[in-house]
Each structure stands twice: as C-alpha cells, then as structure tokens.
T-cell receptor, first 110, second 112 residues
Framework: GQNIDQPTEMTATEGAIVQINCTYQ??????LFWYQQHAGEAPTFLSY????GLEEKGRFSSFLSRSKGYSYLLLKELQMKDSASYLC???????????FGGGTRVLVKP | DARVTQTPRHKVTEMGQEVTMRCQPI?????VFWYRQTMMQGLELLAY????????DSGMPKDRFSAEMPDATLATLKIQPSEPRDSAVYFC??????????FGPGTRLTVL
C-alpha cells in the first residue's frame, strides 16, 4: 500500500520562502509529483522528481531523497496568488497510477 | 489550447437516481483517470485506463459505479443508484504514457 504524509496547513508572508515537506512509504516507487490546486479549481502540475536531488523551475523547486522517502516543495518570493493547496503524489512501480497525499493548504499573508 | 473537458460541471440529483459524468481527454493522450475529491478523503483514484483498456478500478465501489471508454475521445463514469455519500467533486485526468496528468475542471455532484 501507499502512505503519504504532508502538513495540513502553513502560513507565510508575501515575499518569503515556504518549504512543504512530504514523506511517503510505498510499495514500489517510480516518481513523485507536486500539484497546485486553487480553491474550487482542478489540480495543475508543478514538478516531477524521479532521481535524487533538486529540480528548479523558476520560483518553485522540488527535492527528492528516495532512501529517506522524503520530498519537499520550496516556494520562493511568495506572492498572494500562491495561496492554494499543494498536493504531493507518488507513482508506484506499475503504470501511471498516482496516490495523492491529503494536501497542504498554504495561506500567503500581506 | 489542448485541455481535458468534463460535463456536466455541476449536477444535483436525488438519492436513487442514475448519474453519468463524461470526459473528453486531450487528443493523443493514452491514459485516462477518474478521481473523486472530498474534504474528508482528499483526492482518491477510482479507475484508470490505458489505451482504452481498464487497468485498475480497485478504488471504485463496484456495486454502483462503472467506468468505460467507448472510444478514445470519451470516458464515462456512471453511478447507479446514487447515494448522498457520493457527493463530491469528480475529476477526470489524462496523460501520455508516464508523463504528468492533466486534470479536467471537475464535476461537482450533490446527491440529496
């Protein structure tokens, strides 16, 4: 089975940095995804890690350590529009099936 | 502008009625997924297809839910009979092989 944990909620100030952690225990691993979901909208793809290390995409970076079953999403220079839920999802060994964590709701304050 | 489309966007029905949700995946994508999202359970996978063949529907209550892909441009999710606990947002997503999944706007279902 799959077990994915991430904090329920985080608050940060505009312009600051926030790090959202995700730990997972899965039977097989074939990649970890981060999605952003604004209230009332669909999830949208942010990043993908399959090898250990850091992937950077503009203000967003994602890190993976397979041996530790750990990933984080780093959001820099926070903007008000970054207020959303951030979902960590793990792809198991078979196919493209994703298991999602419960999501971390990030609130950016002025 | 390729995107996944879903109909209807909102559905209110009474307990016991049949509900059919439709999804048009992005042209050329070969995997299609149905998810259900609630506040309590988060985002749960109900079923997924690769090249129109069902690969995994273990997350779906089989007695009342069914998912099909009659052709490459249409996926359907049917609930019969519907129950109040089925109230949720149902998302369809599509992808190409093992790349990222693209989500549709969802169908917000309320069963009274």
């Amino acid at each position: 089975g799959q077990n994915i944990d991430q904090p329920t909620e985080m608050t940060a100030t505009e312009g600051a940095i926030v790090q959202i952690n995700c730990t997972y225990q899965t039977s097989g691993f074939n990649g970890l995804f981060w999605y952003q979901q604004h209230a009332g909208e669909a999830p949208t793809f942010l990043s993908y890690n399959v090898l250990d290390g850091l992937e950077e995409k503009g203000r967003f970076s994602s890190f993976l350590s397979r041996s530790k079953g750990y990933s984080y999403l780093l959001l820099k220079e926070l903007q008000m529009k970054d207020s959303a839920s951030y979902l960590c999802a793990v792809r198991g060994a078979a196919g493209n099936k994703l298991t999602f964590g419960g999501g971390t709701r990030v609130l950016v304050k002025p | 502008d390729a995107r996944v489309t879903q109909t209807p966007r909102h559905k209110v029905t009474e307990m016991g009625q049949e509900v059919t949700m439709r999804c048009q995946p992005i042209l050329g994508h070969n995997t299609v997924f149905w998810y259900r999202q609630t506040m309590m359970q988060g985002l749960e996978l109900l079923a997924y297809f690769r090249n129109r063949a069902p690969l995994d529907d273990s997350g779906m209550p089989k007695d009342r839910f069914s998912a099909e892909m009659p052709d490459a441009t249409l996926a359907t999710l049917k609930i019969q009979p519907s129950e109040p606990r089925d109230s949720a947002v149902y998302f369809c997503a599509s992808g190409l092989f093992d790349n990222e999944q693209f989500f549709g706007p969802g169908t917000r279902l309320t069963v009274l």
